[in-house]
């Protein structure tokens, strides 16, 4: 007997449903992070173009650079994300192998 308890491996059905949960929760959360990434490139952009935004706005043609950021980061978090818990669940899965 070993001192650490094994854990058990989640079946296939939880890791379906834990995966659509992070994915739905990571696409959220990257485009709002994305949009605002965009936004202060936006920001640079239009200093080094010497443009003037229109007050109350934080740069010139901002929603082109949210638009963009917003789609970026709304595809890369999810798969970033997505791409870690599969990896972790191939070395448990391995780890968990029976081979004698």
Avoid: H, Q
């Amino acid at each position: 007997m070993t001192g650490a308890p094994e854990t058990p491996t989640p079946l296939p059905e939880d890791r379906v449903g834990r995966n659509i949960g992070v994915g739905c929760f990571t696409l959220f959360i990257g485009a709002v992070s994305g949009a605002m990434i965009g936004v202060a490139i936006g920001k640079l952009m239009g200093f080094f173009n010497r443009c003037t935004p229109e007050p109350g706005l934080p740069a010139c043609e901002w929603w082109v650079y949210a638009g963009y950021g917003a789609v970026i980061g709304a595809v890369s978090l999810p798969v970033f994300a997505l791409w870690r818990l599969r990896r972790a669940d191939r070395a448990a899965d391995a780890a968990s192998t029976d081979r004698g």
